[in-house]
């Protein structure tokens, strides 16, 4: 059963769904840009079925509060100050896109928090052609225009020290990527797995939704790995 609860942080209130066995490790799912925490429902429950599973909705998404201030580190302390809030001191982490982003600069900042950690069609960022959507862009129900123009802005003009951290990241890390469909370079991808110390990459020819696409597929390649 999934219940959907909220959490109030500094700055933000977070939305999440809960699932899976009480007693369980933790593990917490991290949505691409415009998604939400249901996003998940297609690889859940087989993708953990041991674990207890906490499906974010990051700030400016789906449920969770809509902020003046956005930006990737911002979503990364979110999601640790979550950690804190729930009492999770290490926890199993899986993020798809910009989700994953998130998570591999909250395992470069807080090695210590992260056992296990998936990417799903993620690349080593550089910077790359703006791809800002306009001001004038409509506000959907389930994400904030002001939110994605600045990641977006972010993703397009990358922190060095974000590609660098990768070097300081220990938990165990499993790279799924999303092969020639996807329009994520796959060497940047391979980059990525390369430069994670612990790492081993996975190409599962679905796209760029590979979780969504393929999910019997994903969940044979991640379940086995996020297995306690």
Request: charged content about 25%; proline content about 9%.
């Amino acid at each position: 059963m999934t219940t959907v609860r909220t959490v109030e942080l500094p700055g933000v209130t977070l939305a999440y769904r809960e699932s899976g066995r009480p007693d369980g490790p933790p593990l917490v799912l991290l949505h691409a840009l415009g998604e939400r925490a249901a996003d998940w429902e297609p690889v859940l429950p087989d993708l953990a079925p041991d674990h207890h599973v906490y499906a974010l909705d990051l700030r400016g998404h789906g449920d969770s509060g809509r902020t003046a201030r956005y930006g990737l580190a911002e979503m990364r302390e979110d999601v640790l100050a979550f950690l804190d809030a729930l009492g999770l001191a290490r926890v199993d982490l899986v993020g798809h896109s910009m989700g994953g982003v998130v998570a591999y600069l909250l395992a470069q900042a807080a090695p210590e928090r992260v056992d296990r950690l998936v990417l799903e069609d993620i690349a080593a960022l550089y910077p790359r052609p703006s791809s800002v959507p306009p001001e004038g862009a409509d506000e959907p129900a389930h994400f904030d225009w002001a939110m994605v123009r600045a990641v977006k802005a972010q993703l397009d003009t990358p922190d060095p020290a974000w590609r660098e951290g990768l070097a300081r990241i220990t938990a165990r890390t499993l790279v799924v990527a999303g092969g020639a469909t996807s329009h994520i370079p796959q060497e940047r991808v391979a980059e990525l797995a390369r430069l994670v110390p612990d790492c081993r990459l996975v190409t599962i020819e679905a796209g760029h939704l590979v979780h969504r696409t393929r999910p019997a597929e994903y969940v044979a390649a991640v379940a086995p790995f996020l297995a306690p």
